[in-house]
């Protein structure tokens, strides 16, 4: 069976980075979202090895391994894409195809629309590339939302982390092992409460997650915690305002989108920005919908995914 092998790289944007990787032939980044870590691409980290591609999926800013600095502002959406370009350049890459999940397809899509050049293909799963609105987004959501809506309650420095540290393995349990397409749609947290609250802990695990999953995720967290993770969250208001350049520009790279049809991040309202994808994502080549799948798309459905993503690369 393929091994995923793990090192550090020296990205040439500064950070150091670990990445698991396998396989040899054209470059595919695989960026995991939160919260995550490579694990979350493990089923694909083979499947793309076995056909005949170098699969790489790095720790990002911030996250597990890999770490990060410790001041907020260096978490902006131009760290995070510099990261990812500043890998291709360690890799000794030119190019390379760029799969984002959850945060990770934000920054994919950034990746391709700041630097196309640099990106053959871009693979977005449950986030869209949503256009840079008109107005700083947190202010926006605690509008539409409320203070206890979860992006806003992340804005609190120190706080959201010291309520994950108390037990990370309920933490992942209760993130993971949230039933798809839920009433409650995204997390809003009660009054008086945690991030935590506004879930359940599970009677059980879903079938496509494990005790040993839990456990690994636990361990990769161990060092570096939720406090890098999290700032990415508090440069949303910094993003909106280092991003005006790129205001309504095109994504231009080929592009593939996969979601769950019961993932609350793209269900009701919010199905209007995958519907009008293409008019800012020109070169769309599919939009694959996984039937009764939640939002851990690459996990819940492994085969569907790797189907899905090596057909897109062997169209390119």
Avoid at 272 to 278: G, K, P, T
Avoid at 284 to 296: F, I, K, P, S, Y
């Amino acid at each position: 069976m393929t091994e995923i092998a793990h090192r550090f790289v020296e990205s040439t944007s500064g950070l150091r980075m670990h990445v698991a990787e396998a396989g040899s032939g054209p470059l595919v980044l695989l960026l995991h979202g939160f919260p995550e870590c490579w694990y979350s691409w493990r089923h694909q980290l083979v499947a793309l090895a076995e056909a005949g591609y170098h699969a790489v999926a790095p720790d990002q800013r911030g996250y597990a391994r890999t770490g990060g600095p410790a001041d907020p502002a260096q978490y902006t959406m131009h760290h995070l894409v510099g990261d990812v370009v500043g890998l291709i350049d360690a890799l000794g890459e030119e190019q390379a195809v760029v799969a984002g999940h959850d945060w990770g397809a934000p920054v994919a899509w950034a990746a391709a629309q700041f630097r196309p050049e640099r990106v053959r293909g871009v693979i977005g799963m449950s986030v869209p590339h949503r256009p840079r609105s008109s107005r700083p987004p947190v202010q926006a959501m605690r509008e539409a939302f409320g203070d206890g809506f979860y992006m806003v309650y992340f804005q609190q420095p120190g706080v959201p982390e010291a309520e994950f540290d108390q037990d990370r393995s309920a933490m992942f349990r209760r993130m993971a092992a949230t039933e798809p397409g839920e009433p409650s749609g995204l997390p809003v947290v009660p009054d008086g409460g945690g991030f935590l609250d506004a879930s359940r802990e599970p009677k059980e695990l879903p079938d496509w997650l494990t005790e040993e999953d839990i456990a690994t995720y636990v361990r990769e967290y161990e060092t570096a915690g939720f406090t890098g993770p999290l700032n990415w969250y508090r440069n949303l208001d910094r993003n909106w305002e280092l991003t005006a350049a790129w205001h309504r520009a095109p994504v231009t790279p080929p592009a593939l989108f996969i979601a769950g049809d019961r993932d609350p991040v793209v269900v009701g309202g919010a199905r209007r920005a995958v519907d009008r994808l293409a008019d800012f994502v020109p070169n769309l080549r599919d939009t694959v919908w996984l039937a009764g799948c939640g939002h851990w798309t690459q996990q819940e459905r492994p085969g569907e995914v790797n189907e899905a993503v090596i057909g897109f690369l062997r169209g390119l």
